[in-house]
């Protein structure tokens, strides 16, 4: 108080650092649960699952599990392709892990074949995928291919902007192409269709758009996936490859040969230095035709085109992308790097996306098909909205309790401002604002405000004992001294209360793995909230109390007229220099009028006239001691019944947690859906394709459904190891869900006649929108009608559905291995075997309640053509085993030997046998393989001769099973039951299920079943959360002892906690929640606030049964009943204040919708009942509990509390 201008500059700078910092946060949906992943991924180009995993995946993979810090390492091999994903210890730096596996990789690629380099993936984690598109070839105007401009507003077209009304050129939109045929909506003149094929629209996504994107800050790659990869294929004619007496290498050694520039140093000339090159890079057909690959017995070059067909192709694909049920589609994906800034990485890219579409041939767009800064606005969004409502209803509840403005506003200050400093401290450690971090922050709304709502009461209250002590005729003690005790006579308990709520939340901190990436960013904004709160309340707040809790603050001797200007110059002006500043700025010119009004508002707040009502005329006063006081008599009265009565109380609680069930988290639902159904592990790439299309169009038949992208088999990218088999289709869904279809609603007054039922029908509508589940699964109303979702919609045979959302999908797959919540993995050497128990461990854990269904990996459902040689025969022929080989890899299989250099283009050539040769195993008999004519067999002159042999005489052909993909985890092989779960909790299922499949399953030897998935982290987090929270609870008691030094205060204090517990599962039960994470992070923070609360209502007995002793009024079991009665009933504004702003500060949490509500709704839960109950206990036994400890001290000497 002696240095209050220091104070308010320090107080100043604190808050404006903070807004700084909130303006350079960092922005998305939800908090990274990934793990820290370095992928290596390995080409073996032609070749199958099996030799990917025994020559690539296998080597890395136990290379690798030596790598400092790893914890786990996955491999995945498949066709062509082997992926190890290295999963380090949380806290591990990427880069640091990335230098670590590049040094193992050194050692490991003397494991590998010859010519095979294992390469890092990305620097991405699971939730890289923020950005997908499509490159649309639509309809375009030939009289405007560059597009036209339209004002949504209006629906007027314009040719240019500057055809526009200047005030509308801003809001235009270029439409650079359309969906459907149709005219131009200036000329009239029919639409012509973008005439691009789906090589083409690759070649612009592959050399036109990605590499600009990739540029773009924060963007680790941009993935291509769909259409044709351009590809020069030579077609060998074995008939002419014969006859000219060739062999397959001799004409991939030419085209190598023929395929390259180089430089000849330099030479002076006309004293000029010139550098000397020699163009030889191939540039088409024409160059490819032309290549010299042999000559005959005259010597005339055999040209390539003499011996081949040459065309231009599609190269062999993994991978097909479908748009919106219309056929095959080319599209992007850009995958942020780890740590970005996501929010701004999408603006940036679809910026650059804006500037690039321009150069793209007329009638082409590009198609936004996922957004996810769509869920994080509307993530922000919905926190930001509950942070909103949070302050004013907490405002509301101190004007109602206070009854003077100023003196609210000094309580609501310190809520912004510690909003603002946890901003500031999450920007300082890096901390992304999202739904978790800012709930942290909603959380303590009501909580922060408690300390000042305390500190304001209490001066209040002095203020009333000064005034009386004035109008008695005694002398005063001045009002900044009045406030200064109140300061001091609250202060340290209010510390002590803030702290101890600030450490209830260590067991938060030692959380690992997913959950603690999940909730730590909670743990850290409610920290510094609550640390802010706490150093606000004891600094600025008395500063504050001193200068506005008076009932005028300009001074009285000003005449009305300059008043009343003075009041309007500080409204006015101030408001308008706020409107024309919040003009300037993007994120604020929505909100410039409300801005201008609020600072209005609160000018006048603060300038205005106000009278303090006295505690005892205030309306809320007298009506809480109305209620309270017969109450208060009755548990007086009857100590020992009440006490019983609560016991009771905790015994009931066993009802409703013998019926809680268990998860990890409730699913957030992201507003989009990710569709990935499995298919037979054999299927070929037109069927796949064919599937695709099929279950894309029947989604788009969904009026919620507005884009549909769908994938099967793998982009172009290491953080994509889908096989073939695997079907990715993002729904992007209409954000507005008012335009949903109704479901109707069974209401208890539904079958009530018409002019009962409207009335209450406006309270409780009868119908509502569809939920997403909805949506999936369908829905049944109250009359019985079944409405089918999107699940049956696209049920087909040989399909298996599995619906997910595309961020916490992505995450599950690399984090645990599968795309469902629950999963079994089973290990073992033998694939056959293990397809064999994951059959068997689906089908009993199938018949477990609660099993929607359980699916097993289907190992051996590839199909495998194997070509044995017979080395004997070889041999007579001159051929090695190797010999033999490189023709069915290379004319078979076909080979990419080299590429053309178009400018900054590539394009891969393909060397093979014609495809008449390659279309059944009885052509494949005939493919000829060159060798040398041995010795014995030549002419007198012994020149070497080739001959051609068919290779059936060489090898034998056989059809058998094998792994279309193998997965394996730290070096051994794995096989997956996934298991959906509908109907009943996780814990639950997962308990059951375990001991069902301990009883049913006979393991061999080297065989293990582990469950995985989501129950995982649940698992993981409970015993730990456990262990913390019993050292947190002994902390807390320590330091409830060194704030009050009496184990009597101590005990009642923490005899909320079990009082809370009533109300918070009991809430739980009628709210239909399981026990969660999110709802243990509640019951958390409800042990911290009922310490508060307890610490607050024994502060006034205490301070009340002090004040008697002093005033030698503290003489009977009479006086101590009034010290009571005086420090429970007559003090009840300032604990129903406390109480009231914490609960009115939770509850817009619990009504909250939108994306992230489902997980602030069951951390609030638990609060809102555990704290009501709470109160309620303590107002009716804390007193009683209060008098029975102190009766023995009445009319001695003995110090109170002392034991």
């Not at 949070?390 to 003077?404: A, D, K, M, R």
């Not at 509508?765 to 997403?772: D, G, M, Q, W």
């Not at 015993?1023 to 902390?1035: G, K, Q, S």
């Not at 807390?1036 to 060194?1042: N, Q």
Request: overall charge neutral; proline content about 6%; some cysteine.
């Amino acid at each position: 108080m002696r240095n209050r201008l220091m104070v308010l500059l320090l107080t100043a700078a604190l808050v404006g650092t903070g807004i700084w910092s909130t303006l350079r946060l960092r922005v998305d949906a939800i908090p990274d649960l990934s793990d820290v992943q370095v992928i290596v991924t390995t080409e073996f180009p032609g070749q199958n699952p099996e030799v990917v995993d025994q020559q690539i995946t296998y080597p890395l993979s136990s290379a690798l599990l030596s790598v400092p810090g790893a914890k786990v390492v996955r491999g995945i091999s498949m066709f062509e392709q082997s992926f190890v994903y290295v999963l380090f210890e949380d806290g591990t730096d990427i880069y640091w892990a990335r230098a670590r596996v590049l040094e193992y990789l050194n050692f490991a690629r003397n494991r590998l074949p010859e010519g095979v380099e294992p390469a890092l993936g990305p620097d991405a984690s699971g939730v890289g995928w923020v950005y997908q598109y499509a490159l649309y070839p639509g309809f375009y105007s030939p009289d405007h291919p560059r597009g036209l401009w339209r004002d949504e507003a209006s629906g007027a077209w314009y040719s240019e902007p500057e055809d526009a009304p200047p005030a509308r050129r801003a809001a235009l939109r270029l439409v650079r192409g359309f969906e459907e045929p149709g005219v131009d909506p200036i000329t009239g003149r029919g639409m012509v269709a973008a005439d691009l094929d789906l090589a083409q629209l690759r070649s612009l996504q592959d050399w036109y758009l990605r590499f600009p994107l990739t540029s773009v800050e924060g963007v680790s790659e941009v993935a291509s996936f769909g259409g044709f990869v351009r590809q020069y294929q030579v077609v060998l004619s074995p008939e002419k490859v014969r006859a000219y007496r060739l062999a397959v290498p001799d004409v991939v050694d030419a085209i190598r040969k023929s395929n390259n520039d180089v430089g000849g140093s330099v030479i002076e000339q006309s004293e000029s230095e010139y550098m000397v090159r020699s163009r030889g890079y191939l540039r088409g057909l024409d160059d490819l035709g032309a290549v010299v690959v042999g000559s005959d017995d005259r010597g005339t070059p055999i040209l390539l085109r003499d011996v081949a067909t040459l065309q231009v192709g599609g190269e062999a694909r993994r991978g097909v992308g479908e748009l919106d049920g219309k056929g095959e589609a080319v599209g992007g994906i850009v995958v942020a790097r780890f740590g970005a800034n996501a929010f701004q990485v999408i603006r940036d890219v679809k910026t650059r996306l804006a500037s690039l579409e321009g150069g793209l041939p007329p009638g082409v767009f590009i198609k936004t098909t996922y957004d996810r800064s769509d869920l994080i606005g509307r993530s922000i969004d919905t926190l930001r909205s509950t942070l909103i409502e949070e302050i004013v209803v907490v405002g509301l509840v101190c004007i109602l309790f206070l009854l003077h403005l100023r003196s609210e506003l000094v309580a609501v200050f310190v809520v912004p401002s510690s909003v603002i400093v946890a901003l500031m401290g999450m920007h300082i450690l890096g901390i992304n604002a999202n739904i978790m971090s800012l709930g942290g922050i909603a959380i303590s709304i009501g909580v922060v405000v408690d300390s000042a709502i305390v500190m304001v009461e209490n001066g209040h209250k002095h203020l009333d004992r000064e005034e009386a002590r004035l109008a008695a005729g005694q002398p005063g003690i001045g009002r900044a001294q009045a406030l200064l005790d109140a300061a001091k006579e609250v202060g340290p308990q209010l510390f002590f209360s803030l702290l101890v709520i600030t450490v209830s939340f260590i067991p938060v901190f030692v959380l690992e793995g997913e959950a603690g990436r999940l909730f730590k960013p909670l743990a850290i904004t409610k920290t510094f909230a609550m640390a802010a709160a706490a150093g606000l309340s004891i600094t600025i707040i008395p500063v504050l109390m001193y200068y506005f809790i008076t009932g005028r603050v300009l001074p009285a001797r000003w005449a009305g007229m300059k008043n009343t200007l003075i009041t309007l110059a500080a409204t006015l002006l101030p408001g308008a220099a706020l409107v024309l500043l919040a003009s300037g700025l993007e994120l604020l010119t929505p909100y410039r009028w409300w801005i201008g009004a609020a600072w209005a508002v609160l000018a006048l707040m603060l300038l205005l006239p106000q009278r303090i009502i006295h505690e005892q005329h205030s309306p809320a006063s007298r009506v809480l001691r109305w209620m309270y006081e017969p109450a208060f008599r009755l548990t007086m009265r009857h100590p020992r019944t009440t006490i019983l009565v609560m016991l009771l109380a905790m015994g009931s609680t066993y009802y409703p947690i013998s019926r809680l069930g268990g998860e990890f988290m409730p699913p957030l639902d992201e507003g989009d859906l990710l569709y990935m159904p499995t298919t037979e592990p054999s299927i070929g790439v037109s069927k796949a394709k064919e599937i695709l299309q099929q279950t894309d169009r029947i989604m788009m038949q969904f009026p919620e459904v507005l884009v549909v992208h769908g994938k099967i088999g793998r982009a172009e990218t290491a953080t994509d190891p889908a096989p073939l088999s695997m079907i990715e289709t993002v729904a992007r869904l209409n954000p507005d869900r008012s335009q949903w279809r109704k479901r109707k609603v069974d209401r208890f007054f539904s079958s009530w006649p018409s002019v009962l039922r409207t009335p209450l029908a406006w309270l409780w509508p009868l119908e509502r929108p569809i939920t997403t589940d909805e949506l999936t699964y369908g829905w049944q109303d109250p009359d019985g009608t079944m409405h089918h979702g999107l699940d049956s919609a696209v049920s087909f045979p040989g399909v298996t559905n599995s619906w997910t959302y595309p961020v916490i999908g992505r995450i599950l797959m690399l984090d645990t291995g599968i795309k469902t919540p629950v999963g079994i993995k089973i290990t073992g050497p033998d694939p056959l075997l293990l397809s064999d128990l994951a059959d068997q461990a689906a089908g009993i854990v199938g018949a477990v309640p609660g099993a929607s269904s359980a699916i097993p990996e289907r190992l051996l459902g590839g199909r495998y053509l194997d070509i044995d040689i017979d080395r004997h025969a070889a041999a007579r022929y001159g051929l090695s085993v190797g010999d033999v080989q490189e023709v069915i890899q290379t004319a078979i299989g076909g080979m990419n030997i080299a590429y053309t250099v178009e400018g900054a283009e590539r394009y891969p050539i393909n060397v093979r046998y014609e495809r008449s040769l390659r279309e059944n195993v009885e052509a494949l008999r005939d493919v000829p393989v060159t060798s040398m004519l041995p010795a014995a067999a030549r002419g007198a002159m012994g020149a070497a001769e080739r001959i051609q042999v068919p290779l059936g005489q060489l090898a034998t052909f056989r059809i058998n099973q094998g792994p279309a993909m193998i997965r394996s985890e730290n070096a051994g092989r794995t096989s997956w039951v996934y298991v959906t779960v509908a109907g009943r909790d996780l814990a639950g299922f997962v308990s059951e299920a375990r001991a069902a499949v301990a009883a049913n399953m006979n393991l061999p030897p080297g065989y293990t079943v582990t469950f995985a998935g989501q129950y995982e982290f649940w698992e993981r987090a409970v015993p730990r959360l456990a262990m913390a929270t019993v050292l947190t609870l002994i902390i807390i008691v320590f330091l409830l002892y060194l704030s009050s030094r009496s184990w009597l205060r101590v005990g009642i204090v923490m005899l909320a906690v079990p009082m809370s517990l009533i109300g918070a599962f009991w809430f739980l039960h009628f709210m239909d929640y399981n026990m969660s994470l999110a709802v243990v992070i509640g019951m958390i923070a409800l042990a911290g606030l009922d310490a508060e609360t307890g610490m607050v209502m024994l502060l006034y007995l205490d301070n009340s049964y002090e004040r008697f002793r002093r005033e030698g009024r503290m003489k009977s079991a009479a006086d101590l009943y009034a010290a009571v009665h005086d420090g429970a009933v007559m003090r009840i504004r300032p604990k129903a204040m406390t109480v009231a702003a914490t609960l009115v500060g939770l509850l817009p949490l619990l009504w909250a919708t939108g994306t992230g509500a489902d997980t602030m709704r069951r951390i609030a839960a638990p609060m809102i009942g555990g704290l009501v109950v709470s109160f309620l206990m303590e107002l009716l036994m804390y007193p009683v509990l209060f008098y029975l400890a102190r009766r023995h001290t009445v009319g001695s000497n003995k110090e109170p509390g002392t034991e």
